[in-house]
């Protein structure tokens, strides 16, 4: 069974950066699209921001121009960058790897205070 690895979480001060990464447990064959998502409680999960294996991005409105998600095909890895953190960006992070298969990573807890 494949696990993916967040790592990179926790404490920061509003106007911070942080960066997350997320890689698979054993080697595997690179997935189309990468991902990260994020959830709040009581909320659905939302997508934050993806890539494909050719480099094509998306980001979700609410991260454009703060965040940006890159990816190492080589180590099945990507990562997410994000600056200029606001308490909004508060919540829990999930990676994920689709397309033959959907991996999810665990999530990392991301905390931003005022």
């Known amino acids: 069974q494949v696990q993916l690895v967040e790592s990179g979480g926790g404490l920061v001060q509003a106007g911070g950066s942080m960066r997350l990464s997320c890689a698979a447990s054993r080697s595997i064959s690179s997935p189309n699209v990468m991902g990260w998502y994020r959830q709040t409680p009581g909320n659905q999960r939302e997508l934050v921001a993806t890539i494909t294996i050719r480099g094509g991005t998306y980001y979700a409105d609410s991260v454009k121009g703060r965040f940006t998600i890159t990816r190492d095909n080589a180590k099945n890895t990507v990562y997410l960058q994000m600056n200029s953190l606001k308490p909004e960006d508060t919540a829990v992070y999930y990676c994920?790897?689709?397309?033959?298969?959907?991996?999810w990573g665990q999530g990392t807890q991301v905390t931003v205070s005022s």
């Open positions: 994920r790897f689709t397309a033959p298969y959907d991996y």
